[in-house]
C-alpha cells in the first residue's frame, strides 16, 4: 500500500488476529487504498466456527458483516466484499444473504473450482445464476492451471449473458449420422484462429446442409458441410453452394470480415 498499490484483498480469517486487520486498515486509509474483504468459507475466525459448528453461508455473512462494521468503525468506506466456496450452491446462498443486508459492492466466483474444464463449469454456473439475478460487481473465474484459461471463461461467461458482447460466438452442432466430416476438427481450427476477434458476431459451423440454415438460421454467417462441398449461409438463406472443402473455412473467414466491415461502416 506504501508502494501506490491500486487496493488490496485481506482475509481476516487467515490473518485472524483484530489487532493487525486494524494494522492494515489504518494503512489504507493513510494510503488511501480501497479493500476487498475476502471471506472464504474454508478460512473462517475461531469464533465464527465456535458458534456455526461448522462452515456455512451464514457464517460467512455473520463474518464479512463483523469485520465490515469494524472498519467503518474506523472511518474506512472504499470496501468491497468477497463470499467465496468451492460448493456453488453455498458460494450462491452466501452473496444472496449479504446482498440484503449490505450495499457493498461485490466480487463474485467459486474459489478452488478445480481443473479447467470442471472449473470452468462450476464457475459458469455459479458466476452466471449470481449475475442472472443482478448480484456481483467483478468477477473472478478460479481454475487450477493456465490462467489464460480463467480469462477465457470469465470473458464466455459475460458473452453468453448479453453482459459483454464481444468476439465471435461460435454455433456449432454436436454431430449425428448425417454429418459426413470431422467438424469437431473443423471447430477447433476455427476457434483458435479466430480468438483475437473483438467484433460481435453470431457465425455457424453445421455438419450437414440439413441442419445448417436450418437450425443455425439465427447465425450472421454460417458454413454446412455435405460430402464434399460446403454451403455458405448467412441468417437462414444460402448465399453460395458447392465450395470446396478444404476452401470453406477461408470463405468463412473472408465473409465475416465483409460482413464485420460493412456493419462497422454503416454505424
Known amino acids: ?36 474483504v475476502g471471506i472464504n468459507v474454508g478460512s473462517l475466525e475461531k469464533r465464527i466456527l465456535k458458534k456455526y459448528t461448522q462452515p456455512n453461508a451464514d457464517a460467512m455473512v455473520e463474518s464479512a458483516l463483523y469485520y465490515i462494521k469494524m472498519i467503518e468503525d474506523m472511518g474506512w468506506q472504499q470496501l468491497k466484499v468477497s463470499l467465496k466456496a468451492s460448493d456453488v450452491l453455498q458460494t450462491i446462498e452466501a452473496y444472496e444473504k449479504f446482498s440484503k443486508k449490505s450495499d457493498y459492492p461485490l466480487h463474485i466466483g467459486i474459489t478452488e473450482a478445480g481443473p479447467i474444464f470442471s472449473g470452468a463449469i462450476k464457475s459458469a454456473i455459479g458466476i452466471g445464476i449470481l449475475l442472472y439475478k443482478g448480484i456481483g460487481d467483478t468477477i473472478r473465474v478460479s481454475l487450477t492451471g ?122
Open 1 to 36: 500500500m506504501e508502494s501506490g498499490i491500486d487496493a488490496i484483498r485481506i482475509n481476516p480469517g487467515t490473518i485472524n488476529n483484530v489487532r493487525k486487520v486494524k494494522e492494515i486498515i489504518n494503512v489504507a486509509i493513510q494510503t488511501n487504498t480501497p479493500i476487498r
Open 146 to 267: 493456465n490462467p489464460v484459461y480463467e480469462v477465457i471463461a470469465a470473458y464466455h461467461i459475460l458473452r453468453n449473458l448479453g453482459i459483454r458482447k464481444r468476439g465471435i460466438n461460435i454455433i456449432s452442432c454436436p454431430t449425428c449420422g448425417r454429418c459426413k466430416t470431422r467438424i469437431t476438427d473443423i471447430v477447433d481450427v476455427f476457434e483458435r484462429e479466430v480468438s483475437y476477434f473483438d467484433k460481435n458476431l453470431n457465425v455457424a459451423i453445421m455438419g450437414c446442409e440439413v441442419n445448417g440454415p436450418g437450425e443455425a438460421k439465427e447465425a450472421d454467417i454460417g458454413i454446412a458441410f455435405g460430402n464434399n462441398k460446403a454451403t455458405l449461409f448467412a441468417k437462414g438463406k444460402v448465399i453460395k453452394t458447392g465450395i470446396p472443402k478444404e476452401m470453406a473455412l477461408e470463405i468463412l473467414k473472408e465473409e465475416m470480415y465483409n460482413l464485420i466491415t460493412n456493419n462497422y461502416s454503416n454505424n
